[in-house]
């Protein structure tokens, strides 16, 4: 009888304790949501208050005034062409090292390891030496290469894990059908790998669209901007306007938290699976 | 013969395009990193000297730049202890029979999806704006919480551990469900209660993981950029000027590239460690086992 009080009691202090931790987390985000309903007056009155009417002029200018349309296009576009290079680069690479048994091989593996243990921000300055000297700075093409170059480590390491342990048989059958190398990895072996692809995609996606730090540095000021880029830039012009600010959050939050929601399962894979690899 | 050829050139031309952009994006920046740290490059210019460990001295001796280490430091270890702790709370939790499990999970996770600029300014308005109205709706007297010395590190820390909690409760997730069932329904049976189950079975054997935990997100926080850019441009006096963000402003704003790579090199030196030291902790308890 004892323990089943004692039960009962125990997981009435664990939703407690996890609504009161849900409740915090949440809170910046609701204020951001409760905000950008507000005119800037009334967020300087108080931003705790709950809006006054449903005030909607923030999000017109935000869709018509500034360049969040464009930057949120260019993003997208930026998204999408590294996202497929990298996994098209890793899935090569990684499929490459998982069967070509060469000490050349090996010797890579290990160099390329040792890119993880060695974060971007220890090399940035010399990096931005280099790209200006490649004529890689202030233009999309430059921040793309940059991008997939330092987002491939951990993909190559997922797909080389995935691709050790594909069968050989299938690609035997298809060089005996009269595959050559070629239509057999396009054909066969990356149709196979598309699981781990998957989450690659998914992660490195979510990284790209995201990150400040590279943009700003490799692709600067130039048009048109990168989502966190005008991000920074929006910030900038319209300081204390925080009604404008917030909703230009809001707005560019919420196709994330929607991918998010719709690729739940391959971000967990890929976070746990990384975790392990690294 | 020509048969192993070709596989040789189709596995090699696979490789080729990681390789070209492991070198040029990689390899040469680390090097020429290593070399500029060696010299007095300043700015674009071409042309400078080759000056020994005159960087490496003054960074030693420089007091806004050893300041930064401290900083950095104080805000890591905040950060890791108390994210790492916070997560694995939630993790267990919501690793139970719960209502609304996969809800609460993402509420914990999206803080961890958002740009962490868009992050650093959201928590900007929280601090100057929000926490302003909160104390005088408590009655008490507003004061700046990012200006002030003492508490703008362990606000940062919060941030932080606001941003990647969700990621480490993920990690922390997936340990616990590796847990085999029948080996939980064993101490059950042998009269292990809850209490014990946590301390006796669960958590060493998820320590491997805590482990892994322990020196990714060390790493993370060392790194740590957008949150003084984003919050406090390193203020007040320096208080909360990280390593990354002083590199920064070194290399940037003073255009001094040399010394900025000798910074950045001390910082490699500083991480390296604290890894590789976790990392044999981590050996030598697993050799024990």
Redesign the interface.
């Known amino acids: 009888m004892n323990w089943k009080i004692?039960?009962k009691l125990?997981y009435a202090v664990?939703?407690i304790?996890?609504w009161i931790?849900?409740a915090i987390?949440?809170a910046?985000?609701l204020?951001?949501i409760v905000?950008s309903f507000k005119s800037k007056g009334e967020?300087m009155t108080?931003?705790?208050s709950l809006p006054k009417s449903f005030y909607l002029n923030n999000f017109v200018t935000i869709v018509t005034e500034s360049n969040f349309v464009s930057s949120f296009l260019t993003s997208l576009m930026v998204v999408t062409i590294t996202t497929t290079l990298t996994v098209?680069?890793?899935a090569?690479?990684g499929?490459?090292?998982a069967?070509?048994k060469?000490k050349v091989?090996g010797f890579?593996m290990t160099?390329?390891m040792c890119?993880l243990?060695?974060?971007f921000?220890?090399?940035?300055?010399?990096?931005?030496?280099?790209?200006?000297d490649?004529g890689l700075t202030g233009n999309l093409f430059g921040l793309i290469?940059?991008y997939?170059?330092?987002g491939?480590p951990v993909p190559?390491f997922l797909c080389r894990s995935y691709a050790v342990g594909m069968p050989k048989e299938i690609e035997e059958a298809a060089i005996i059908d009269g595959c050559s190398?070629?239509s057999m990895?396009f054909r066969i072996v990356l149709p196979l790998m598309k699981p781990i692809l998957a989450t690659v995609a998914v992660l490195n996606a979510?990284w790209v669209?995201?990150?400040?730090?590279v943009a700003f540095?490799v692709y600067g000021n130039a048009k048109p901007m990168t989502?966190?880029l005008s991000?920074?830039y929006f910030?900038g012009t319209y300081s204390n306007q925080?009604n404008l600010?917030?909703t230009n959050?809001l707005v560019?939050?919420i196709p994330?938290?929607l991918?998010?929601?719709v690729m739940?399962k391959h971000?967990?894979k890929g976070?746990?699976a990384g975790?392990?690899k690294? | 013969m020509k048969k192993k050829m070709?596989?040789?050139l189709?596995?090699?031309l696979?490789?080729l395009?990681?390789?070209v952009?492991?070198v040029?994006?990689?390899i040469?920046?680390?090097a020429?990193?290593t070399w500029?740290s060696f010299t007095d490059s300043f700015g674009?210019k071409s042309t400078y000297h080759f000056i020994g460990l005159d960087n490496y001295k003054e960074a030693l001796r420089d007091l806004s730049f050893r300041k930064t280490i401290g900083a950095t430091s104080k805000y890591a270890l905040i950060s890791v202890v108390v994210g790492n702790i916070?997560s694995l709370?939630?993790a267990l939790?919501?690793d139970?029979k719960?209502?609304l499990k996969?809800s609460?999970r993402?509420?914990?996770?999206?803080?961890n999806?958002?740009?962490?600029?868009?992050v650093g300014?959201?928590?900007n308005?929280?601090y100057t704006?929000?926490f302003p109205?909160?104390l005088e709706?408590l009655g008490m007297k507003s004061f700046a919480i990012l200006g002030s010395k003492t508490l703008v590190i362990p606000a940062l820390a919060i941030v932080g551990i606001?941003n990647a909690?969700g990621?480490y409760m993920?990690?922390y997730i997936?340990a616990l469900q590796g847990i085999s069932e029948d080996l939980i329904e064993a101490a059950k049976i042998d009269g292990a209660g809850?209490l014990r189950l946590l301390f006796n079975i669960r958590l060493p054997l998820i320590a491997s993981?805590v482990f892994?935990?322990l020196i990714?997100s060390i790493?993370a926080h060392m790194?740590v950029?957008?949150l003084p850019y984003?919050m406090t441009s390193g203020g007040p006096v320096g208080e909360s000027t990280t390593m990354?963000y002083k590199?920064?402003t070194t290399?940037?704003n003073a255009n001094r590239?040399g010394y900025?790579?000798a910074q950045?090199?001390i910082?490699?030196i500083i991480?390296?460690a604290i890894?590789l030291i976790l990392n044999y902790i981590m050996k030598k308890r697993e050799e024990k086992l």
Do not use: H
């Open positions: 004692g039960k125990l664990k939703v304790l996890i931790f849900a987390f949440f910046p985000l204020l951001v905000n967020i108080s931003a705790i098209l680069v890793a090569m690479a499929y490459s090292l069967k070509w060469n091989a890579l160099m390329i890119t243990f060695v974060p921000q220890v090399y940035m300055v010399a990096m931005i030496v280099v790209v200006k490649l290469m940059v997939v170059a330092l491939m190559i190398n070629w990895f979510l669209w995201g990150e400040f730090l540095l989502l966190p991000q920074r910030y925080w600010i917030l959050f560019s939050s994330v938290i991918f998010y929601i739940q971000i967990v976070i746990t975790a392990v690294g | 070709k596989t040789n189709f596995y090699g696979l490789l395009p990681a390789l952009l492991f040029l994006f990689f040469i920046p680390v020429q990193s500029l674009m916070l709370i939630l939790i919501l139970s719960l209502r996969n609460l993402a509420v914990f996770f999206i803080p999806i958002m740009s962490l600029l868009v300014y959201i928590w308005f929280v704006s929000v109205d909160v709706g606001w909690a990621y993920v990690i997936a809850t993981t892994t935990c990714l790493a790194k950029f957008e984003t990354v590199i920064y290399a940037f590239n900025a790579s950045s090199i910082m490699f991480i390296a890894t």
